[in-house]
């Protein structure tokens, strides 16, 4: 199990940046492919962006252009900068490490989860 602890969120204007922080303690994130989910009330959790060990990144298409995802595997810690947010952003944003296992995202650990919320 991965420990996982999340860092920054709030509110946010509409048209305004947010960076979340993940720092991981226990392990090596290098070899793990990291991630951020959203879960909206009364929505199912989403995915928003994964970085792979190699960099490799993928974004869901809702925050395509607009997010972007980082790791620095120094400080153990992936990032995610959200700018130009919208009232669509806003949800309770999770980070994850994991693996891929037949093609299908495993998650060994959860940050606790960070509120975004998008509103003038």
């Known amino acids: 199990q991965v420990e996982l602890v999340q860092s920054g969120g709030g509110l946010v204007q509409p048209g305004g940046s947010l960076r979340l922080s993940c720092r991981a303690s226990?392990?090596?994130?290098?070899?793990?492919?990291m991630g951020w989910e959203r879960q909206a009330p009364g929505k199912q959790r989403e995915l928003v962006a994964r970085?792979?060990?190699?960099?490799?990144?993928n974004y869901a298409d809702s925050v395509k252009g607009r997010f972007t995802i980082s790791r620095d595997n120094a400080e153990n810690t992936v990032y995610l900068q959200m700018n130009n947010l919208n009232s669509e952003d806003t949800a309770v944003y999770f980070c994850?490490?994991?693996?891929?296992?037949?093609?299908?995202?495993?998650?060994?650990?959860w940050g606790q989860g960070t509120q975004v919320t998008v509103s003038s």
């Open positions: 994850n490490a994991g693996s891929y296992i037949s093609n299908v995202f495993v998650a060994r650990g």
């Open positions: 970085i792979n060990d190699g960099g490799d990144t």
């Open positions: 226990g392990t090596d994130i290098r070899i793990y492919t």
